[in-house]
């Protein structure tokens, strides 16, 4: 999973130090009420956009495969003395 991942997790684990660190420092100045909203909002953002971004990596890497093999067997069909119909 970390080879695949390597990027998302990373990704994940500096974008919820962010909102960590946001939240304590919001917490710690006495604004526990914006401290909570920030802590909850962070991470829902962090989430989504991790896990968007992933999927689209993901898609993108499905397509490019898709592609490999219909022109493999594209290739492959020439190759048999057929015209790829």
Do not use: P
């Amino acid at each position: 999973m970390w080879q695949a991942n390597k990027l998302g997790i990373v990704a994940l684990l500096a974008g919820l130090f962010a909102v960590g660190a946001a939240y304590f420092k919001l917490h710690a100045a006495g604004n526990a009420d914006l401290a909570n909203k920030v802590g909850a909002t962070g991470v829902c953002a962090v989430l989504f956009i991790v896990g968007l971004a992933s999927y689209l990596s993901a898609r993108k890497g499905i397509d490019a495969a898709d592609a490999a093999a219909a022109d493999d067997e594209e290739a492959e069909g020439e190759e048999n003395g057929r015209d790829g119909d």
